[in-house]
Structures are given as structure tokens and as C-alpha cells.
T-cell receptor, first 114, second 116 residues
Framework: AQSVTQLDSQVPVFEEAPVELRCNYS??????LFWYVQYPNQGLQLLLK??????LVKGINGFEAEFNKSQTSFHLRKPSVHISDTAEYFC????????????FGKGTRLHILP | GAVVSQHPSWVICKSGTSVKIECRSL??????MFWYRQFPKQSLMLMAT?????????EQGVEKDKFLINHASLTLSTLTVTSAHPEDSSFYIC????????????FGPGTRLLVL
């Protein structure tokens, strides 16, 4: 079975500072990796995904993530956050078959401090 | 781009009643849709996989007789919460995989259910 661990439930960071949201996964088979963002009272929006190829993936809103197979990690980073980045961020995995199921981590709430 | 809609966006009902939530793929076909439940300040938990033309597949611990799923067409899946109780109050989100873009899922905006 697959699992996703987001070690930080909340991350406070000052506006314009860099941020890293950590994600580790566990799987005995190859997986796809995703980061989703959920703004208050809204659905999910895909930030970025890793399917194959370059381990550094760039997404929307200036976010990027790096796949590290040896450390089974897929940490999300942004060099300079904005107040509008305040949201819940979910790391997720999907197994490489036609099942299409996505397993989510517990989420990390990003608090941007003025 | 592809859009998934849900209706209603929020619903309040009395305990013991049934509530139907619709999930539609607006400009693409989805033979599979997924239903998630999200409790406050928690992650999304996959409840079931809705399959067009066949029975839904439920995750462990999800009561199939309580959460009825019907995938009526290639663009519509419904989730019916039967005999709802206050503990069923939650945010229900559906998703559908893209039929063209590899491993892309489109999520609906969610339905907030409050059972009194």
C-alpha cells in the first residue's frame, strides 16, 4: 500500500521569505507524485506533478518541487511567498497503473505572516 | 480547461433524511470518478471509486449501503448519503481523471453537508 507523510501540520513564514513544505512517501512500486492547494472553502487545485523525467518540477504560482527517489521525498518550495499563498497544501501519490486513485497526505497549512 | 462541477455546493438536512450530491464532468467524459470526504482541518479520504456501467468500489470501512453511488452516464456520478446523521457532516469532494492529459485529475469544488 502507498502512504504519504507530511511532517508539518502548520508552517508559519513571513511574507517574501522562502518556504519548504515537506513530503515523504512510501510505496513498493513506482508512483506519480502531486502537490495540490486548497484555498479556504474551496476545492483542490493542482500545483504540480511528477510523472517522470526531470526530478525538478515547476508548477503554478511560482512553486516547484524536487523528486528524490533515494529519500522518497517530494518537497515543495517557493523562493518568496505572498499573502495570497495562505492555504492548505496536500501532497499526494498515485500508483502507476490505470487505477487512478490518489492517496493524500494530511496536509500542511501555510500561514503567511505580514 | 476541463471542469468538474458539484451540486449542491452546500446542504443542510435533518437527521434521518437522505441527501443526493451530483458530480458532473462538464466538457469531458469520465468512466471513473472518485468520491472523497474531508472532515474539518483534515485530509481528503477516498471513499469510493464510481464506475460507469458497473458497481462502485468502496474503500475499507466505508458502508456501501449508507453511501450509495450511481454512475448514471459518462458525465454524471451521484453520491447519496442515506439516513444521514450528524457524524456524516463533512465536505464531500469528487474528482474525475482527464481523458486526454496523463494522470491529471480534475476536482469538483466540493459539497458541504451539515446534518442537524
Amino acid at each position: 500500500a502507498q502512504s504519504v507523510t507530511q511532517l508539518d501540520s502548520q508552517v508559519p513564514v513571513f511574507e517574501e521569505a522562502p518556504v519548504e513544505l515537506r513530503c515523504n512517501y512510501s510505496s513498493s512500486v513506482s508512483v506519480y507524485l502531486f502537490w495540490y492547494v486548497q484555498y479556504p472553502n474551496q476545492g483542490l487545485q493542482l500545483l504540480l506533478k511528477y510523472l517522470s523525467g526531470s526530478t525538478l518540477v515547476k508548477g503554478i504560482n511560482g512553486f516547484e518541487a524536487e523528486f528524490n527517489k533515494s529519500q522518497t521525498s517530494f518537497h515543495l518550495r517557493k523562493p518568496s511567498v505572498h499573502i495570497s499563498d495562505t492555504a492548505e497544501y496536500f501532497c499526494a501519490v498515485s500508483v502507476l497503473n490505470r487505477d487512478d486513485k490518489i492517496i493524500f497526505g494530511k496536509g500542511t497549512r501555510l500561514h503567511i505572516l505580514p | 480547461g476541463a471542469v468538474v462541477s458539484q451540486h449542491p455546493s452546500w446542504v443542510i438536512c435533518k437527521s434521518g433524511t437522505s441527501v443526493k450530491i451530483e458530480c458532473r464532468s462538464l466538457d469531458f467524459q469520465a468512466t471513473t470518478m472518485f468520491w472523497y470526504r474531508q472532515f474539518p482541518k483534515q485530509s481528503l479520504m477516498l471513499m469510493a471509486t464510481s464506475n460507469e456501467g458497473s458497481k462502485a468500489t468502496y474503500e475499507q470501512g466505508v458502508e456501501k449501503d449508507k453511501f450509495l453511488i450511481n454512475h448514471a452516464s459518462l458525465t454524471l456520478s451521484t453520491l447519496t448519503v442515506t439516513s444521514a446523521h450528524p457524524e456524516d457532516s463533512s465536505f464531500y469532494i469528487c474528482s474525475a481523471p482527464s481523458d486526454t492529459r496523463e494522470e491529471t485529475q480534475y476536482f469538483g469544488p466540493g459539497t458541504r453537508l451539515l446534518v442537524l
